[in-house]
């Protein structure tokens, strides 16, 4: 081990200083962006939460589940299938993680999520796309993205936490559909709803935002008060009418914070 140099504890007193005081200049630049490792440890952080809460969300498991993690070069996918025909770069507890390039441009709205994996993930993992997986871009490039939205509360390292738990949901959902307990009490639900958009699709979403709000009640509580408050009764689209019956169901099973 080396002593830390002036040098690397100037740097050390910068990085302390910086988080909060972004200026445009400092923002890093979507279509050039490269995962670091504090964003691979994020997405790390994601995952160990969703297992830790697994018994109460995924009683079956998120095993079958992959990972991936996209930058402006590469894919990475966590998988526990240790022979995947893509390159190794490491593992992490329990999981391979693959690495892929991809050769793309990436949109900034391809950087700024998780969910709706871009069309060059697909083609980068090829043949080794054979169990479900979610993607998400990496945390500090989505953070930076989302504080230039108006009103995102997905903008802080909990809220990326609780998107990957939300994403696993929806993996989750696809592949155990018919042996989810809370799911008929969803579906009750989302029956009563009047909407243009298909009931299956916002069950789904209940059940995503539930995952989210239980996990985050739990342990990202600045995100789950957040969360409470941000859906906009009215407004037809399947997060939004999601979030109104997670929200009914957590209020049932009295669990719910008083609003702030
Ligand atoms: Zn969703």
Not at 181 to 200: F, G, N, Q, T, Y
């Amino acid at each position: 081990m080396h002593a830390p140099n002036r040098v690397a504890w100037i740097a050390v007193l910068a990085a302390l200083a910086a988080p909060c005081a972004a200026s445009p200049a400092q923002e890093p630049e979507s279509s050039s962006y490269i995962a670091s490792r504090p964003d691979f440890v994020a997405l790390q952080d994601g995952i160990r939460a969703a297992r830790r809460l697994r018994a109460r969300l995924f009683p079956n498991g998120i095993d079958e589940t992959d990972i991936a993690l996209y930058d402006s070069k590469d894919v990475y996918l966590y998988s526990r299938d240790k022979d995947l025909p893509l390159a190794k770069k490491g593992s992490w507890s329990g999981y391979v993680v693959y690495q892929a390039s991809h050769g793309a441009k990436v949109s900034e709205r391809e950087m700024a999520r998780c969910g709706a994996t871009p069309d060059f993930v697909f083609a980068a993992l090829g043949s080794a796309a054979v169990s479900p997986f979610f993607s998400c871009s990496p945390w500090n490039i989505q953070a930076a993205l989302q504080r230039k939205k108006r009103a995102s509360i997905y903008d802080t390292r909990d809220s990326y936490l609780g998107t990957v738990i939300h994403e696993f949901a929806h993996a989750y959902h696809r592949q155990e559909v018919d042996r989810i307990p809370v799911l008929p009490r969803i579906d009750a639900k989302v029956r009563l709803l009047e909407s243009r958009h298909p009931s299956r699709r916002i069950v789904e979403e209940a059940y995503a935002i539930w995952c989210e709000l239980r996990a985050s009640q739990e342990l990202f509580p600045a995100h789950f008060r957040r969360l409470y408050v941000f859906h906009h009764p009215g407004m037809d689209d399947p997060h939004n009418l999601g979030a109104k019956v997670a929200m009914e169901i957590l209020n049932e099973d009295a669990v719910a914070p008083q609003k702030p």
